[in-house]
T-cell receptor, first 113, second 112 residues
Framework: AQSVTQLGSHVSVSEGALVLLRCNYS??????LFWYVQYPNQGLQLLLK??????LVKGINGFEAEFKKSETSFHLTKPSAHMSDAAEYFC???????????FGSGTKLNVKP | NAGVTQTPKFQVLKTGQSMTLQCAQD?????MYWYRQDPGMGLRLIYY???????DKGEVPNGYNVSRLNKREFSLRLESAAPSQTSVYFC???????????FGAGTRLSVL
């Protein structure tokens, strides 16, 4: 089975600072990788998806993620944090046959004014 | 455009009671999923349905049953609720397995 590790359950940044949320996965074959965002009391929304095309994936709200096969990583970044980015972020990976998704434990992003 | 609709939004049960969580999607998606979300554990897949008429176990299926009633609806049943099933439950759908999943707003369940 796949596993997804998100380093840091809580990350705090100042408004305007770089956002870096870390995700590592275990897989013997290139998987499909996703980042989702969850605002309080809401369901998850897709930020971006990697599907073996370009290794740098651009998503909504200025977020992007880079797939690094050698490091089995898919870290999420945003150059300048905004107050509205405060939420919980989940990294997810799908199995090769795409029947199941595995989610990381989530990282709560706090943005300080 | 409603997307994925879950009912109820909140529910409190006593240990041993049964209930069914309802999920419906209006996007004509083939695949549907049930997850539970617990603090510090992310989302864990309970059951999924790759297409109408099929269901399969996920990571944590014990204590749950599902029914894919038709293409639109996928229900989750707790036959005898236990306090360990206190959680937030999310339904999701996708055009096909492996594609982008669209989530409902969740059902917050407490079992006393």
């Amino acid at each position: 089975a796949q596993s997804v590790t998100q380093l840091g359950s809580h990350v705090s940044v100042s408004e305007g600072a770089l956002v870096l949320l870390r995700c590592n996965y275990s897989s013997s074959v290139p998987p499909y990788l996703f980042w989702y965002v969850q605002y309080p009391n809401q369901g998850l929304q897709l930020l971006l998806k990697y599907t073996s095309a370009a290794t740098l994936v651009k998503g909504i709200n200025g977020f992007e993620a880079e797939f690094k096969k050698s490091e089995t990583s898919f870290h999420l970044t945003k150059p300048s944090a905004h107050m509205s980015d405060a939420a919980e972020y989940f990294c997810a990976v799908s199995e090769y046959n795409f029947n199941k998704f595995y989610f990381g434990s989530g990282t709560k992003l706090n943005v300080k004014p | 455009n409603a997307g994925v609709t879950q009912t109820p939004k909140f529910q409190v049960l006593k240990t041993g009671q049964s209930m069914t969580l309802q999920c419906a999607q209006d996007m004509n998606h083939n695949s549907m999923y049930w997850y539970r979300q617990d603090p510090g554990m992310g989302l864990r897949l309970i059951y999924y349905s790759a297409s109408e008429g099929t269901t399969d176990k996920g990571e944590v299926p014990n204590g749950y049953n599902v029914s894919r009633l038709n293409k639109r609806e996928f229900s989750l049943r707790l036959e005898s609720a236990a306090p360990s099933q206190t959680s937030v439950y999310f339904c999701a759908s996708s055009e096909a397995t492996g594609n982008i999943q669209y989530f409902g707003a969740g059902t917050r369940l407490s079992v006393l």
